[in-house]
């Protein structure tokens, strides 16, 4: 009963370190998404995927970079990280994106030094 | 642009009590979809309840319900007969009716059981 994976779970960086955060669900849904959450703040959308092979900017991708690898892989990837990316991270999925209900990872927390 | 808003940072309530968490939205759209979501201390998120904007009557989930007042574009979330495990932060989030992944999110309200 995985649900949506992400690893690591947590992970420090020096500024200008690269790294990938991974994610993967066992749910066969067509969309998943990358949100980082920072105190007092709602969740903010980085990039979605509607489907292999698809990605869009959300709120927030300044500085990251996505890849679709298959249906159930979404990775999220910070080039050149920067004490501004500082955060937790989600990833989530969903088989109908109308209806809102998304399945949430367990979080990854990032701090960059 | 659209914006939601939980005034609450923190609420407390006691065990078996009641306890209601406020949310407003700003939009200009009439087609729309309402949720509130639950993040335990375990910080996996989930759904608690949801709401369609041209639904008149209020959605009901076991002891959770919400009172949607569209005018005022108010959606709270009630919680009843509190229990311990309902202690977590509750997001409030607005979805566009025509957007297929756009989720606006508030701020979140930490709710606290007193037991």
């Known amino acids: 009963n995985a649900g949506v994976t992400q690893t690591p779970k947590f992970q420090v960086l020096k500024t200008g370190q690269s790294m990938t955060l991974q994610c993967a669900q066992d749910?066969?849904?067509?969309?998943m998404y990358w949100y980082r959450q920072d105190p007092g703040m709602g969740l903010r959308l980085i990039y979605y995927?509607?489907?292999?092979?698809?990605?869009d900017k959300g709120e927030v991708p300044n500085g990251y970079n996505v890849s679709r690898l298959n249906k159930r892989e979404f990775s999220l990837r910070l080039e050149s990280a920067a004490p501004s990316q500082t955060s937790v991270y989600f990833c989530?999925?969903?088989?109908?994106?109308?209806?809102?209900?998304?399945?949430f990872g367990e979080g990854s927390r990032l701090t960059v030094l | 642009a659209q914006t939601v808003t939980q005034s609450q940072p923190e609420m407390s309530v006691q065990e078996a009590e009641t306890v209601t968490l406020s949310c407003t939205y700003d939009t200009s759209e009439s087609d729309y979809y309402l949720f509130w979501y639950k993040q335990p201390p375990s910080r996996q998120m989930i759904l608690v309840i949801r709401?369609?904007?041209?639904k008149q009557q209020n959605a009901t989930e076991n002891r959770f319900s919400v009172n949607f007042q569209k005018a005022a574009k108010s959606f709270s979330l009630k919680i009843s007969d509190s229990q311990l495990g309902d202690a977590a932060m509750y997001f409030c989030a607005y979805r566009k009716g025509d957007s297929n992944y756009q989720l606006i999110w508030g701020a979140g309200t930490k709710l606290i059981i007193k037991p």
């Open positions: 709401q369609e904007a041209y």
């Open positions: 995927s509607a489907s292999e092979g698809t990605t």
């Open positions: 989530a999925s969903t088989r109908d994106p109308l209806t809102g209900e998304l399945f």
């Open positions: 749910m066969n849904h067509n969309s």
